[in-house]
């Protein structure tokens, strides 16, 4: 796949603004055509606890142009609420948005928070969190963490599907897929599913191994027929620890229902060669623009080098050929 460098224009006219990080993304299609962006934003005048920013352009490729950032209220931030997904409906003609936010991934018992608004700026928590640890029972997690929610049709229903990592301990996270009805009670999820274990993914380094980095999370689906769905995440590649900085990769893989099984692995995103050095890729989003699939993701030339995020196509058809091709090794 193709890509090219998405162009962010920050609020700040600071001189140091090559030091700003954009992380994270998640793509709201307006109803006027145009795109909104939230995403997890790092840079020397951003302060702690304010770590999404908030974007619009008038295409998912950009140029993008910071507008004013959203606001949790009712909220403590422990400074590690990031990585949004933001979701837009219009009920009655007025909008209703809805941010899944996580709380934690660097420590235990991170939960997801479910937070609503009225302008897609003052966002409320709902009172008791959309997911927590206790929810999943398939085996026993500390955490969870990295959000995603989509709009998918299964078994005759129109459903929102929540995708997250649950993490065994800190760093070493599986897939979980979770559903509710659309346009239900809030915070009506089902029991979580594991979509992705780690030692199922070819590619992704073994926890418990020397040279384990990081577990899988930044997961996705995308429905592309009645029984097709695309999962995708972020895995780390089974390398040396010394390659650090290198290991994240974008990977896709295709299943019969939301929860799987997914197979036909594929990494469909090779790292941008920059002056500075050939990186990593990781944490996409994914929406339908109208025969082909948009990816924005955020990569980086290396450990000591910022994130940006960059810009790809897909259409179906090269879809298809892409898993016909042999898993990585």
């Not at 700026?121 to 997690?141: C, E, G, H, R």
């Amino acid at each position: 796949m193709q890509s090219s460098l998405v162009e962010i224009f920050w609020r700040s006219a600071s001189p140091q603004i090559k030091k700003y990080e954009i992380k994270d993304p998640t793509i709201v299609p307006m109803p006027d055509g145009t795109f909104t962006m939230y995403a997890s934003v790092f840079g020397p005048d951003i302060k702690r606890g304010e770590n999404i920013g908030r974007f619009r352009a008038d295409h998912p490729k950009g140029p993008w142009t910071q507008i004013e950032n959203p606001r949790l209220h009712g909220f403590e931030d422990n400074g590690e609420a990031c990585a949004p997904q933001v979701l837009l409906r219009i009920k009655n003609g007025q909008p209703e948005w809805t941010m899944f936010v996580q709380t934690s991934f660097s420590q235990a018992d991170g939960v997801i928070i479910e937070a609503v608004s009225a302008n897609g700026i003052d966002f409320y928590p709902l009172a008791i969190p959309s997911m927590t640890k206790n929810a999943v029972q398939v085996q026993p997690v500390v955490g969870v963490y990295d959000v995603s929610v989509a709009d998918i049709h299964y078994q005759g229903q129109d459903q929102e599907c929540m995708v997250f990592s649950g993490y065994r301990k800190v760093g070493c996270g599986d897939l979980y897929a979770s559903l509710r009805v659309k346009g239900g009670l809030k915070g009506n999820w089902s029991a979580p599913v594991m979509t992705q274990e780690q030692e199922a993914l070819p590619f992704h380094n073994k926890p418990g191994g020397i040279n384990f980095e990081w577990g899988v999370e930044g997961g996705k689906i995308h429905q592309l027929g009645e029984n097709s769905f695309l999962q995708i995440g972020v895995c780390f590649l089974e390398k040396d620890v010394k390659f650090a900085g290198t290991r994240q990769r974008v990977f896709f893989s295709l299943g019969k229902t939301p929860f799987g099984p997914f197979e036909s692995h594929s990494l469909p995103l090779e790292p941008i060669a920059y002056d500075a050095g050939k990186g990593e890729n990781g944490h996409p989003d994914i929406i339908d623009i109208g025969g082909k699939l948009a990816l924005v993701y955020q990569e980086r030339a290396g450990a000591q080098h910022p994130w940006h995020l960059r810009y790809a196509e897909i259409s179906r058809d090269d879809l298809n050929e892409l898993f016909a091709r042999p898993a990585p090794p």
